[in-house]
């Protein structure tokens, strides 16, 4: 199993920047096979793909909405995913989703991510 704990949402105004945290850990993790990503999902609003990177080769792939705000790391030495917002803008009000899967990028899709965490909440004011 894969555990996902997201951290680092809150409350900004436009413009403003964020950064969420994924902390991953749990005996699959250890494959090193696996790729991570950022969904949200607006109130109303099915859960979107964000961003995703795979884990070794550090490729990254962007929903166009986010592309030049949005920048998606990791570190290995602490297990662990980052997405930086910035340039937030009120449409980026979500609850945002750690999500993890075995193998490549993928097409983004989220039926492709076996491994989820809670989600954080981003709320952004204008």
């Known amino acids: 199993q894969v555990q996902l704990v997201e951290s680092g949402g809150g409350s900004v105004q436009s413009g403003d920047s964020l950064r969420l945290s994924c902390a991953a850990s749990?005996?699959?993790?250890?494959?090193?096979?696996?790729?991570m990503a950022w969904f949200r999902q607006a109130p109303g609003k099915e859960r979107t793909f964000v961003a995703a990177?795979?884990?070794?080769?550090?490729?990254?792939n962007y929903a166009d909405s986010v592309k030049g705000r949005f920048t998606i790391s990791r570190s290995i030495a602490k297990n662990t995913v980052y997405l930086q917002l910035n340039s937030l803008k009120p449409e980026d009000t979500a609850v945002y989703y750690c999500?993890?899967?075995?193998?490549?990028?993928?097409?983004?899709?989220?039926?492709?991510?076996?491994?989820w965490g809670q989600g954080t909440q981003v709320t952004v004011s204008s």
């Open positions: 990177i795979t884990w070794g080769g550090d490729t990254t």
């Open positions: 999500a993890a899967r075995r193998g490549g990028l993928g097409s983004g899709a989220e039926d492709q991510y076996g491994f």
């Open positions: 749990g005996r699959a993790f250890s494959a090193l096979l696996l790729t």
